[in-house]
Nanobody, 122 residues
Framework: QVQLVESGGGLVQPGGSLRLSCAAS????????MGWYRQAPGNQRELVAS???????NYADSAKGRFTISRDNAKNTVDLQMNTLKPEDTAVYYC????????????????WGQGTQVTVSS
């Protein structure tokens, strides 16, 4: 069983910063891409940023220049540093990962965390 657990959400004023963290645990042989998505009320879930193993990060246009994604492959974690936050960044943020659970099979599965609320408001 694989779990993704997020932390770091909360209430912040416009212009402020938050750092989200996500830790993957359980049956993990390897992790391919890891990323962060968000979903605001009434909207579809959308990609914020993703990072492959050993590759360059990819950012949504709304996140470029303000957010930074990073991962620690040894710890199976992915972080999202969010700066200059705006009210429109308010959403539930979800961690996502493509994980190969077992050494003896090549199958990879996509997992989601439970989500963490980020609210940007004065």
């Amino acid at each position: 069983q694989v779990q993704l657990v997020e932390s770091g959400g909360g209430l912040v004023q416009p212009g402020g910063s938050l750092r989200l963290s996500c830790a993957a645990s359980g049956s993990i042989f390897s992790i391919a891409a890891m990323g962060w998505y968000r979903q605001a009320p009434g909207n579809q879930r959308e990609l914020v940023a993703s990072i492959p193993t050993g590759g360059m990060p990819n950012y949504a246009d709304s996140a470029k220049g303000r957010f930074t994604i990073s991962r620690d492959n040894a710890k199976n974690t992915v972080d999202l540093q969010m700066n200059t936050l705006k009210p429109e960044d308010t959403a539930v943020y979800y961690c996502n990962a493509d994980i190969r659970p077992f050494r003896w099979t090549t199958g990879r599965y996509n997992y989601w965390g439970q989500g963490t609320q980020v609210t940007v408001s004065s």
